[in-house]
């Protein structure tokens, strides 16, 4: 499959957001998923975590800077959360259904991604085998997010589209990428 480019929005701000965007791509090929994530902007006035020594599977990586996809079956309840922290650490959670049932997913041991930080850019590439959760034959729905973490605005909250009244990453509506 080609390609799909996304791009990411900022739920409500309070006060000015300095200038910054974060796009990317998505593709899936028989159980291959590949994303790309490309943040720009002046990263000094972000709170960017620095590579860790051994990246290990880590909870809580929501509460700093951390890029997020969510991937559902189309049609079903279950789906999964995946954190990639720019350190390299990560996580995947397994739910049952709307913020229910959640557990730790244990098909993966690792997930293998990138990060590269260049003057005004951070890169987080990412190409995973999914066979271990879902079949190559079965259509899926994908969210893409960010946590971003200001030096002056604290947590901001990055989707494709914010439909309710809170940031909500869970929300199915927000699933917009179908693969």
Not at 36 to 52: D, Q, T
Not at 167 to 172: L, V
Request: charged share 20%.
């Amino acid at each position: 499959m080609n390609p799909q480019n996304f791009s990411l929005e900022p739920f409500s701000i309070t006060g000015p957001l300095p200038s910054f965007k974060i796009t990317g791509t998505i593709s899936r090929r028989g159980d291959t998923l590949a994303i790309r994530y490309n943040l720009r902007g002046p990263l000094a006035e972000l709170v960017i975590p620095g590579p860790a020594y051994l990246p290990a599977r880590k909870h809580g990586l929501w509460a700093e800077t951390c890029f997020e996809f969510f991937l559902a079956v189309k049609h079903a309840a279950r789906y999964w959360e995946f954190n990639l922290s720019p350190t390299g650490h990560w996580n995947i959670y397994r739910f049952a259904g709307y913020r229910q049932g959640m557990v730790e997913e244990t098909a993966f041991t690792a997930l293998p991604f990138d990060v590269k930080q260049q003057s005004g850019s951070l890169l987080l590439v990412l190409e995973l085998n999914i066979d271990k959760i879902v079949r190559a034959d079965q259509p899926l729905e994908v969210s893409l997010a960010a946590v971003i973490k200001f030096r002056d605005h604290g947590l901001t909250y990055w989707t494709l589209t914010h439909p309710g009244p809170q940031a909500d990453f869970h929300r199915r509506d927000s699933f917009l990428v179908e693969l």
